[in-house]
């Protein structure tokens, strides 16, 4: 019994020291829960207003889930006289634009300090969303610079890990938009007037600008009210004070759409472009409905020919260039019976049209109308005749 006693102490004792060297090393220091710095801050400016919009973090430093989020603070760098044409630097936030409080919508976390974040959770951030007011003083004494925004976010001890990516907006002025937008349906498009500041506005309040490094424009959009969706009809230079217009034809009819306009501020660099949009114009809206006919038809002449041959008469007249117009009717009358009376079953396509329908010894007068796709018909064109021998 002693003899298997023995054999069996020593394998014991080496599990026990194999279990001995499984043990952990001492505890790791506790998590500092400092909010990793955004790297997706994004800005974007209209009229005075800088939006800025950035993921909520969801990692700390240490690359652990982050289980709580304080204040998050924003920070802006306007341009001065030293740089009046370049952004700021900014390597800290100094005195921020604004305090947000803690998102009340991030999850609270259960996991241990050390626990890592799943793939799922950085598919959850929340985004996060600050409009900037830019002061007038700026953009009208640093037109040709940019101010420079950033974000930290804090932890529930007010601490942070530095700033996002910093973002650079332009600092340009712009113009009020037109307030007295008014538009027109004609049959060659949408006619819209409004009064125009001219170029005699261009940076009224402060030193004047150089009209090659800052261009002002006036921006039409055209809103599908069905859709919603916006396109740019097309853009016009302020010019000289006074009334303007701009015609857009490249609707569709039998839709409703909304139109605006906005002034746009360009800053023109060696390298690069910015454009800045003011505020936008009451829209207006329109009912794009066809009640418009084509052009009348001009130039319609005719030409007897049947000389050892069974007589015909040929038309020929000047197309119409209506971009909808889909052919045109034929009329004859002649000094027996004075009506007109239509020749074609089938709209004519082409210019031109021969009448094999004479008779020897008459003559006749012929007119022309277009009709578009939409079955508007023109008023008919003037009249020409020719006999028939």
């Not at 989020?69 to 802006?76: A, F, R």
């Not at 037109?178 to 949408?190: H, I, K, N, Q, R």
């Not at 746009?264 to 949009?277: D, G, L």
């Not at 003011?278 to 009348?296: K, Q, T």
């Amino acid at each position: 019994m002693k003899r298997n006693f023995k054999s069996l102490l020593a394998p014991t004792a080496l599990c026990l020291l194999l279990a001995s060297c499984a043990q952990t090393g001492p505890p790791l220091p506790p998590s500092l829960e400092l909010p990793k710095p955004p790297g997706d801050l994004r800005a974007s400016r209209k009229g005075n207003r800088v939006t800025l919009d950035w993921g909520e973090p969801m990692l700390t430093t240490d690359r652990q889930s982050a289980r709580y989020i304080g204040p998050t603070l924003v920070c802006g760098a306007l341009p001065s006289t030293a740089h009046p044409d370049r952004a700021p630097e900014m390597t800290e936030c100094g005195n921020p634009v604004a305090m947000l409080p803690a998102p009340s919508d991030v999850p609270q976390s259960k996991k241990s300090p050390r626990a890592k974040a799943r793939k799922s959770d950085l598919q959850h951030a929340s985004t996060q969303t600050y409009v900037v007011t830019l002061p007038d003083s700026v953009q009208v004494e640093y037109p040709l610079a940019e101010v420079t925004y950033a974000v930290e976010v804090l932890n529930r001890n007010a601490r942070g890990a530095g700033l996002s990516n910093r973002v650079q907006v332009p600092a340009v002025y712009t113009l009020l938009p037109p307030s007295d937008l008014s538009a027109e349906l004609t049959g060659d498009g949408v006619v819209l007037t409004w009064t125009s500041a001219g170029e005699s506005q261009r940076n009224p309040s402060g030193p004047p600008a150089n009209a090659s490094t800052i261009q002002l424009r006036y921006r039409i959009y055209r809103r599908d009210e069905n859709t919603g969706k916006d396109a740019v009809a097309g853009e016009v230079s302020l010019g000289e004070p006074g009334p303007a217009h701009f015609t857009d034809s490249g609707f569709e009819w039998e839709k409703t759409y909304l139109y605006r306009v906005t002034a746009v501020s360009i800053v023109k660099r060696p390298e690069s472009e910015a454009q800045v949009e003011g505020d936008d114009s009451r829209p207006v809206r329109v009912i794009a409905h066809d009640v418009f006919p084509p052009s009348v038809p001009g130039g319609l002449q005719a030409a007897y020919s049947g000389e050892g041959q069974k007589p015909f008469i040929d038309l020929i007249w000047a197309p119409v260039t209506n971009a909808d117009l889909a052919g045109y009717n034929v009329y004859r009358s002649s000094a027996a019976n004075g009506v007109a009376v239509k020749l074609n079953s089938d709209l004519v396509k082409s210019p031109s049209y021969r009448d094999i329908a004479v008779a020897s010894g008459q003559a006749y007068s012929y007119s022309v109308s277009a009709v578009d796709v939409r079955g508007n018909e023109s008023a008919r064109s003037e009249e020409t005749s020719e006999s028939v021998p």
